[in-house]
C-alpha cells in the first residue's frame, strides 16, 4: 500500500510539474462599439489576420470580446474591465470610438486599432511613423478621402448645389472629420453644412429638416454610431428622396447611393496581422501606423433609378462593385 501510495504521490508531482511547466495561453481584450452579428465578415477578417501571423484563437490565444452594441457611453466601462483582466492586449479595429476608450483607459496595456480618422488627431499616437506610446494600428484615411469623394458625388449628382454633413455632435470623430470635409470642400468650391445627430430619433429630425428635392445632397463620413442605425438612414434618404455617399460598401448595401472609401476587410485583416506581432512581444511604440492601400468605389442603380439619376459611364466603369 505505501509503495501505491508513493507511486501515485510521484505521479502527481509529475503531472503537476509538467502543467507549471506548460506556457500559460495569453488573453486578448476584442472591444467593439457594434454587435457581434453585425461584424461575422469583419471579424473574420481579422481572424485572418491574425492566423496569418501565427495566431490562432483557443490555440495559442484566447479573446475576451466586449461588444457596446451601439451604446458607445458603455464604452469606457468595458475598457476599465478589460483592464481589470490585465489582457495581454486590446484589439479595437473597425471601431475608432472604441480605440479612443482603451486608449482612455490604460497607458501601458498594448493596443491595435483601426482607425477611420486621424489617429494623432485623436490622441492615440504621437505620430504615424512614431507612435511613441501603448498605441498602434492602421489608419483606413477615410476622413481624410473626403475630398476625393466629394468630387465622385459632385460627378454622380451634378444637380446637387447644397451639401450637408451629418455627425455626432458627443463622438470624438466629429469634429476632425468636419474640420477635414471643410478642408477637402473649400478649393472645390463647395460649401458644407453641418447637421447634428446624437440619437436615432435625431437622425430622422435632421433628414427632415433637409430641403426638398432636387438641390439637396448628404455626405456621410466614419462614425460608428450612423453604421449601426445604417438601414433606418438608407430608408430616410430614398423618402426624402437624398443623394448619399458613404464611407463604406454596408451604406449602399443597406439602399444608400454611393460610397467610397478603404476595403474594410483588408484594414480588418492589416490590424490582426499587427495584433499577432504585438502579442509575438513587438512593442507598439516601435511599430509604425499603417495606411490602408486598398480602397473601393460602390454604387447602387437601384437607388439611382429610384432618384432618376443616370450612372454615367465613366463612374460605372471606375466601379469596383454596381449593386443592381
Do not use: C
Given at each position: 500500500?505505501?509503495?501505491?501510495?508513493?507511486?501515485?504521490?510521484?505521479?502527481?508531482?509529475?503531472?503537476?510539474?509538467?502543467?507549471?511547466?506548460?506556457?500559460?495561453?495569453?488573453?486578448?481584450?476584442?472591444?467593439?462599439?457594434?454587435?457581434?452579428?453585425?461584424?461575422?465578415?469583419?471579424?473574420?477578417?481579422?481572424?485572418?489576420?491574425?492566423?496569418?501571423?501565427?495566431?490562432?484563437?483557443?490555440?495559442?490565444?484566447?479573446?475576451?470580446?466586449r461588444w457596446a452594441a451601439g451604446r458607445n457611453q458603455?464604452?469606457?466601462?468595458?475598457?476599465?474591465?478589460?483592464?481589470?483582466?490585465?489582457?495581454?492586449?486590446?484589439?479595437?479595429?473597425?471601431?475608432?470610438?472604441?480605440?479612443?476608450?482603451?486608449?482612455?483607459?490604460?497607458?501601458?496595456?498594448?493596443?491595435?486599432?483601426?482607425?477611420?480618422?486621424?489617429?494623432?488627431?485623436?490622441?492615440?499616437?504621437?505620430?504615424?511613423n512614431r507612435p511613441g506610446g501603448n498605441a498602434t494600428?492602421?489608419?483606413?484615411?477615410?476622413?481624410?478621402?473626403?475630398?476625393?469623394?466629394?468630387?465622385?458625388?459632385?460627378?454622380?449628382?451634378?444637380?446637387?448645389?447644397?451639401?450637408?454633413?451629418?455627425?455626432?455632435?458627443?463622438?470624438?470623430?466629429?469634429?476632425?472629420?468636419?474640420?477635414?470635409?471643410?478642408?477637402?470642400?473649400?478649393?472645390?468650391?463647395?460649401?458644407?453644412?453641418?447637421?447634428?445627430?446624437?440619437?436615432?430619433?435625431?437622425?430622422?429630425?435632421?433628414?427632415?429638416?433637409?430641403?426638398?428635392?432636387?438641390?439637396?445632397?448628404?455626405?456621410?463620413?466614419?462614425?460608428?454610431?450612423?453604421?449601426?442605425?445604417?438601414?433606418?438612414?438608407?430608408?430616410?434618404?430614398?423618402?426624402?428622396?437624398?443623394?448619399?455617399?458613404?464611407?463604406?460598401?454596408?451604406?449602399?448595401?443597406?439602399?444608400?447611393?454611393?460610397?467610397?472609401?478603404?476595403?474594410?476587410?483588408?484594414?480588418?485583416?492589416?490590424?490582426?496581422?499587427?495584433?499577432?506581432?504585438?502579442?509575438?512581444?513587438?512593442?507598439?511604440?516601435?511599430?509604425?501606423?499603417?495606411?490602408?492601400?486598398?480602397?473601393?468605389?460602390?454604387?447602387?442603380?437601384?437607388?439611382?433609378?429610384?432618384?432618376?439619376?443616370?450612372?454615367?459611364?465613366?463612374?460605372?466603369?471606375?466601379?469596383?462593385?454596381?449593386?443592381?
Amino acid at each position: 500500500m505505501r509503495r501505491r501510495q508513493f507511486i501515485g504521490g510521484a505521479i502527481s508531482v509529475a503531472m503537476l510539474s509538467r502543467a507549471r511547466a506548460q506556457p500559460t495561453m495569453p488573453v486578448m481584450g476584442f472591444l467593439h462599439a457594434g454587435s457581434a452579428e453585425e461584424n461575422v465578415k469583419r471579424l473574420a477578417a481579422f481572424r485572418k489576420g491574425l492566423a496569418s501571423g501565427g495566431i490562432v484563437e483557443g490555440k495559442n490565444v484566447s479573446v475576451e470580446y466586449r461588444w457596446a452594441a451601439g451604446r458607445n457611453q458603455e464604452l469606457a466601462s468595458l475598457a476599465a474591465d478589460l483592464v481589470r483582466r490585465n489582457v495581454a492586449l486590446i484589439a479595437t479595429p473597425g471601431s475608432t470610438a472604441a480605440a479612443v476608450a482603451a486608449r482612455e483607459a490604460t497607458s501601458t496595456i498594448p493596443i491595435v486599432f483601426s482607425s477611420g480618422t486621424d489617429p494623432v488627431a485623436l490622441g492615440l499616437v504621437d505620430s504615424l511613423n512614431r507612435p511613441g506610446g501603448n498605441a498602434t494600428g492602421i489608419t483606413s484615411l477615410n476622413a481624410e478621402l473626403s475630398a476625393k469623394r466629394l468630387g465622385i458625388f459632385r460627378e454622380l449628382v451634378p444637380g446637387v448645389s447644397r451639401y450637408f454633413t451629418l455627425v455626432k455632435p458627443s463622438s470624438a470623430l466629429a469634429a476632425p472629420f468636419v474640420a477635414d470635409i471643410q478642408r477637402a470642400a473649400s478649393p472645390l468650391g463647395i460649401r458644407i453644412e453641418v447637421l447634428n445627430a446624437d440619437t436615432e430619433g435625431e437622425i430622422d429630425a435632421a433628414l427632415a429638416q433637409l430641403p426638398s428635392a432636387p438641390g439637396a445632397g448628404l455626405v456621410f463620413g466614419p462614425e460608428g454610431f450612423f453604421y449601426i442605425h445604417r438601414a433606418r438612414i438608407a430608408e430616410l434618404a430614398l423618402r426624402h428622396r437624398l443623394p448619399t455617399i458613404f464611407d463604406v460598401r454596408d451604406y449602399v448595401e443597406a439602399g444608400g447611393l454611393a460610397s467610397y472609401g478603404s476595403d474594410y476587410f483588408n484594414v480588418m485583416e492589416l490590424a490582426g496581422e499587427y495584433a499577432a506581432r504585438v502579442l509575438k512581444g513587438a512593442r507598439p511604440a516601435e511599430l509604425p501606423v499603417q495606411q490602408a492601400t486598398k480602397f473601393e468605389l460602390v454604387l447602387n442603380r437601384k437607388t439611382a433609378k429610384i432618384l432618376g439619376l443616370a450612372i454615367g459611364p465613366t463612374l460605372l466603369a471606375t466601379a469596383d462593385d454596381v449593386i443592381e
